[in-house]
């Protein structure tokens, strides 16, 4: 419960529920999470830290003050409430830096679902042409498979065939962002050796 409060007040201050299940959760200061057990009236202090994880995640590390336990939650170990805004806010963040305007105006209208928006950029995130490959590019497709990730959706099969294409037709030493994001589109990395060393 002090996790879940402490994601959702990291992440967007203000949108927090005080009320949890049987529990009142509120902050006493900074990183210091109190529940009050509704029933019992029990009360326990916790001191918290929010982190971003590799593939666009977090973790709380959560102290008891009573006894200097600490114990780090997962995304997936917060309450299901608490679980599924932390993934909005995550999911939120990043859609101005992996969907086109086109893409939010039509998601916005519900002329095209969420998964299926998500789908099309992977496949457009990926270039045509090597020279087109840069960091940059790289880092964008690196945050839309992040939010696949988040979403347990499975990399597009288009897009797996276009990145092999764009990695084969690339020199050696080309485009080292894309290579390095070749085992989290489904690839070994000697599967993407380019054709021009082989």
Known sequence: VAAGFAATSALRPGHTRHLVGGYLVGALGDGVVQTQHRRTGQVERFTTQVHRTAGFSIEVDLTRTASGRTETLPLEGLPERERALTRE??????????????????????????????????????????????????????????????????????????????????????????????????????????????
Request: net charge neutral; with cysteine; hydrophobic share 45%.
């Open 89 to 198: 806010m995550l999911r939120r963040e990043a859609l101005r830096e992996v969907l086109s305007a086109e893409d939010l105006v039509r998601l916005a209208h519900g002329s095209v679902g969420f998964a299926e928006a998500l789908r099309e950029a992977t496949l457009r995130l990926i270039p045509d042409r090597p020279a087109d490959a840069t960091p940059e590019a790289a880092s964008r497709l690196a945050r839309c498979l992040d939010l696949l990730a988040l979403e347990e959706q499975p990399i597009p099969f288009d897009a797996q065939t276009r990145y092999y294409r764009l990695m084969r037709r690339a020199d050696p030493g080309q485009a080292p962002a894309f290579q390095a994001l070749a085992p989290r589109l489904g690839f070994a990395r000697e599967a993407i050796v380019p054709e021009s060393s082989r």
